[in-house]
């Protein structure tokens, strides 16, 4: 492991911006030592750490007494304290309207991310709307606007139903003219219940996707058409093989393709939780309910085990992997965390996944504390590379520089204003 000195020394290569150059003081900036530093990619976390945040951007970063902060700044002591970069979720639902998505956008902001990818069912023009806004104490979010899949009668009508090539090609044309994050597309037969996307259907999607410059990522549960997509030139996979156990043809595959990226959105673990953490973050009744239906659920586990074994091996074999948690609460965040942990990945691993390797996929200028990066952030009360459910302790979040009231969210949310 790389000295702290040595760390620090790389990381203050970068950068004190404006005031620097103008001689003018810059009145926002702010500059927080002491704390334990989480980079985000990988490396030795900074003891006694210091970094300047300036207009919602980190500007430096280094060791205590390393940075010289503008005139007129201020300073937050984080001494006990250890930082990480906020979480950053690559498969999310968001909903349409906006008074719920700026909803649902403070929540997750709550709980400590700071970028959200609506992916596939976004309906209307709002999610395109929104990327571009600065939502007061919420998180920053990404849309792919309407998914494609085959025809699903009786699920969501939202995404496009596509049943031929010339299908797949508008479908992805009408995208591209909404300048979506990425194409979503389920490939599922829900269990026998539908005819899913042919290889003649998503090679078309992927190959109109790429001609205009966009991205696809897969809904997918099989091994064979995981196999599939990977050959037709999938950028991405939503979900993890959920049917079997990957085998040495599907691993090849993907380390031949080393830029696909897994973001494998665990099931349930099937063991009962204690949810105890939640306390005071949502209405009393509702916790005592959630907490009564935790149980022991063996079939559960069963499915769990799969998935966590397929992505046991992909980490193991060097694939790239991302954090989503797919589905709309946003303290789940914390709990697909552990389950990744609990799947064999190390809490170093798991929280590059889920900040800088997420980031990166959704092409979002965060998820590491450097130089030039978004400052989204979170201050927490113990170090989770010690225990990965230390993302829970939340003393703040910061979101461009901004912390959020948490607070007043909380008091909002629970009904004790």
Excluded at 37 to 57: K, P, Y
Excluded at 359 to 384: Q, R
Aim: glycine share 10%; net charge negative; with cysteine.
């Amino acid at each position: 492991m790389k000295s702290a000195k040595m760390l620090a020394g790389l990381l203050s290569v970068a950068l004190a911006v404006s005031a620097c150059a103008t001689g003018e003081s810059t009145s926002d900036a702010v500059l927080y030592e002491g704390a334990q530093l989480i980079i985000g990619d990988g490396g030795a976390v900074l003891d006694n750490s210091a970094f300047l945040v300036e207009d919602g951007r980190f500007t430096a970063v280094g060791a205590a007494g390393s940075i010289e902060a503008p005139e007129g700044s201020s300073h937050v002591d984080l001494a006990g304290k250890t930082v990480m970069p906020a979480i950053v979720n690559a498969h999310a639902h968001l909903a349409s309207p906006r008074p719920d998505r700026t909803e649902e956008l403070q929540h997750w902001a709550y709980y400590g991310t700071g970028a959200v990818m609506s992916l596939g069912l976004d309906d209307g023009n709002v999610g395109f709307e929104m990327r571009s806004e600065d939502i007061p104490n919420g998180a920053r979010s990404r849309s792919a606007g309407r998914g494609i899949t085959a025809p699903e009668e009786g699920r969501s009508e939202v995404p496009f139903w596509i049943t031929s090539e010339a299908e797949a090609r508008a479908a992805v044309q009408e995208l591209a003219t909404e300048e979506v994050d990425f194409v979503k597309i389920w490939v599922d037969d829900r269990g026998g219940r539908y005819e899913k996307l042919t290889p003649e259907l998503y090679g078309p999607v992927i190959d109109e996707a790429h001609k205009l410059g966009l991205r696809v990522t897969a809904h997918v549960f099989t091994l064979e058409d995981a196999k599939g997509l990977l050959r037709a030139g999938i950028d991405a996979f939503a979900h993890g093989i959920r049917d079997q156990d990957v085998d040495d043809e599907l691993v090849q595959l993907w380390t031949d393709r080393p830029e696909v990226v897994l973001v494998p959105n665990l099931p349930n673990p099937g063991v009962a939780l204690d949810l105890s953490w939640l306390s005071g973050t949502i209405p009393a009744e509702r916790l005592r309910e959630m907490q009564a239906a935790q149980q022991d659920r063996p079939a559960t586990q069963e499915s769990f085990g799969i998935q966590a074994r397929n992505l046991d091996r992909l980490n193991s074999a060097g694939i790239k992997i991302a954090f989503g948690t797919d589905g709309s609460s946003p303290w789940t965040s914390h709990q697909e965390m552990e389950d990744m942990v609990r799947s064999g990945m190390t809490p170093a691993e798991v929280i590059v996944a889920a900040t800088s390797a997420s980031a990166e996929l959704m092409e979002f200028n965060a998820g590491s504390v450097a130089a030039g990066k978004l400052a989204d952030f979170v201050v927490l009360d113990a170090n989770p590379i010690d225990d990965i459910t230390n993302t829970r302790r939340i003393s703040d979040v910061y979101i461009r520089g901004q912390r959020v009231e948490r607070e007043s969210l909380r008091e909002r949310w629970t009904g004790s204003e």
